[in-house]
């Protein structure tokens, strides 16, 4: 399928991610529809994009008329049937669990049109382990999103050994039309680019704060004024969740065998203490 077939799209999940991924894809002039399964967490979801949207016009980035335009463009159901009947690319941001989108991509084969893009924005599960669970594995991949998805210019679209140039070449220039930057892997490979890097900052970054070698606060100062970083890695933990980066690196373990991908000790620490950074109050640093 070509990216000039790509008319409408369905966004299943009215997280963080699922919503503004879904704005995006509005903003950029789609018809988008968001699914959840809870009324609560959609009018949740409309409630706070409502809120980061008129920062964003607040601060100039966005018009008002583009604003206006994007809600014109967004609709909200609990009916999944609904939501991806008419779709011709559907993006997938619920949980991270494999059972959890294995179940809910063999619902998607039945109910989205055949022609389909099936894409996961999975930041740790690889397509190939959800492919087979539909009847089109050609059409399915990886297309992961950044937090915050209206700031983060960057998006991973990773190919299984079974999706198609053609799906491949769609989600990038998808990426493209919606105001993004993609790169495309070819291989899938956990944890992906990304990710990958900035795991291997945060290890060392731990590894250095375990042995006794600097305070966390210096080895942040060392990534902001030496590397020019935005934020340091200690920081940047605290910011994404340190639950986040738990689990990521725990399915790095699981998924490879290599000890070296466990979670560092301090990190298991604070994630077994529900210091989970920002979110919680504490992490790293403590917030009010």
Known sequence: MSIDAVKRIGVVGSGAMGTQ?????????????VQDIATESLERARQVLTEQLEKR???????????????????????????????????????????????????LDE???AHAILATNSSTIVSSKIADATRRPENVCNMHF???????????VVMNPQTSEDTADTAVELCRRIGKTPILLKKEISGFVANRLLMALFKEAMYLYEQGIA??????????????????????????????NYYVMQQQYAETGDPAMKPPEILREKF?????????????????
């Open 21 to 33: 991924i879904a704005a995006v894809c509005a903003l950029a002039g789609y018809p988008v529809k």
């Open 57 to 107: 016009v607040q601060k100039g980035k966005l018009s008002r008329e583009q604003v206006d335009g994007a809600w014109s463009r967004l609709s909200w159901t609990t009916d999944l049937g609904e939501a991806v009947r008419d779709a011709d690319y559907v993006i997938e941001a619920i949980v991270e669990k494999l059972d959890a989108k294995r179940e809910l991509f063999a619902r």
């Open 111 to 113: 109910l989205a049109p």
């Open 146 to 156: 950044f937090n915050p998805v209206l700031v983060m210019e960057l998006v991973e």
């Open 215 to 244: 305070d966390f606060k210096d080895i942040d100062l060392a990534a902001t004024k030496a590397l020019n970083h935005p934020m340091g890695p200690f920081t940047l933990m605290d910011f994404t969740g340190l639950d986040v």
């Open 272 to 288: 077994e203490r529900g210091e989970f950074g920002r979110k919680s109050g504490k992490g790293f640093y403590t917030y009010e």
